[in-house]
């Protein structure tokens, strides 16, 4: 009786390891990692072409941006804190809403034009001085963010509230984490899928909520190495004014995200994303509203990013 019983559990014990050995293969873990001392150079490029229609009228805006920033990881202290610090190296922007043109090159920063949009130039000139500082604790999640400079107290005050949320401390220690959590920290197999819901913030209040779902699409060769691919796709958007200095609020927005893709390449031997790539496009109706009266718009709006290790 006893003998039987230990042969079944054996049995039992057996097929429950052969099940977990078959879910097992083929999973991979893809950890993030800091390399304390290290520095690097990332180049950020981004596209962004807007249509809205607000009671009739069209606002089109279209603008360019690249960026190259340099990384610097420190060393963690006695409680395992580790801070990164960021500083733009060069940044050029091309502006161009309703017919208004504006240009802004690191390399000449006061080469000014004519434009209303000269407002932003104090606010890019303040960006090149800055260097910002994210804290990590012993987990590795972002728990501050410092700067060696008021950035937002030395700009105008007719600019200081179209920045504000952009420039907030909690909003780029949210940033960083998301950066890091759009990578699944438990085992994956190709085919499997997480989800996630991160926050686009346009200045003077205006903020998008993505809600995104990445693939584990197993491995690629680029260059003669391997790289984790990662696949991504928006599932969903929504809309707010959060604290807006614009004259209207808003009513309603119904937004949909009819096209998307993403593509992260992850490099588990250094444990960091070495190169992505991100294409969203969004439309639908919103209704602002002034004074007490409804303004209907109509938005569609496309956003390019990509991203990549210099070095």
Excluded at 60 to 87: F, H, N, P, W
Excluded at 108 to 115: E, I, L, M, V, Y
Excluded at 253 to 280: M, N, W, Y
Aim: with cysteine.
């Amino acid at each position: 009786m006893l003998q039987s019983t230990l042969s079944k559990a054996l049995l039992l014990s057996s097929l429950a390891l052969g099940a977990m050995a078959v879910a097992c293969q083929g999973q991979v873990t893809l950890k993030h990692k800091f390399h304390e001392g290290s520095s690097q150079v990332m180049e950020t490029t981004g596209r962004i072409e807007q249509s809205l229609t607000i009671n009739g009228m069209a606002i089109d805006t279209a603008s360019d941006t690249r960026a190259t920033t340099k990384i610097s990881v420190g060393t963690r202290d006695v409680e395992g804190k580790l801070r990164v610090q960021e500083k733009t190296e060069s940044l050029q922007i091309s502006m161009d809403v309703m017919g208004m043109k504006y240009e802004f090159d690191s390399a000449n920063p006061d080469n000014k034009a004519g434009s209303p949009l000269e407002v932003l130039r104090d606010v890019h000139k303040a960006l090149m001085r800055r260097t910002t500082t994210i804290v990590f604790d012993k987990s590795d999640k972002a728990v501050a963010v410092e700067s060696d400079e008021d950035t937002l107290g030395t700009l105008p005050v007719e600019v200081q509230s179209l920045v504000k949320s952009q420039l907030d401390p909690e909003h780029l220690k949210t940033e960083a984490n998301n950066a890091i959590d759009q990578i699944k920290r438990d085992p994956v197999k190709k085919g499997d899928t997480w989800q996630r819901v991160t926050s686009t913030n346009f200045g003077a209040g205006q903020i998008m909520d993505f809600k995104t779902e990445y693939t584990y699409d197993g491995t690629v060769e680029k260059d003669g190495k391997a790289f984790d691919k990662i696949t991504s796709k928006n599932l969903s958007v929504t809309f707010a004014l959060d604290n807006s200095p614009l004259p209207f609020s808003l009513k309603s927005a119904d937004l949909k995200s009819p096209e998307s893709e993403g593509v992260i390449l992850f490099d588990r031997e250094q444990g960091q994303v070495i190169e992505s790539t991100s294409k969203v496009r969004v439309t639908g109706e919103i209704i602002f509203s002034l004074n007490g009266k409804d303004l209907p718009a109509t938005l569609d709006l496309k956003i390019q990013t990509a991203t990549a290790v210099k070095n």
